[in-house]
Structures are given as C-alpha cells and as structure tokens.
C-alpha cells in the first residue's frame, strides 16, 4: 500500500501501532506492506517536530527483539 492510499483511519492506527513499543516495522509491513522508510515518512509528517524527534530516538535506541505484536 501506497502512503497516498491509506485513509485517514488507517493512518491513525499505523501511526498508533508505530508509536506503541510492542510492535515492530514488520509487523506494519505485513498489515498494511509500508516498509520502514514509509513509516518513518508518515510519521515525520504527522507527528510535530518534537514528538518525531523523541519516537526516532526512542525507536533507534530500543533493540528490534522488544518490538512483539501480540496477537
């Protein structure tokens, strides 16, 4: 999927789910096929400045082994 194609309900739950620190960029890859890059873009442009720059470094910091979608 398209960044340009998600709708504003699903932006809400990708944005959601990348901020909650239980799921990982796979994960959102296998619901909605956005790689990471995309993520990283949808976020930047939703989230303000300050709230993006705290999710990175918080994302960059934590190991990918933390990051589990619970089913």
Known sequence: MCLNKLSSSETSEVIQMALSDKVSF??????????ENQ????MKK??????YIAWRNRVSR??????LLKN
């Open 46 to 51: 939703n989230l303000r400045r300050g709230s």
């Open 26 to 35: 796979e994960a959102i890859k296998e619901m909605y096929n956005l790689n």
């Open 39 to 42: 993520v990283k873009k949808l």
């Open 62 to 67: 934590k190991p990918h082994t933390y990051f």
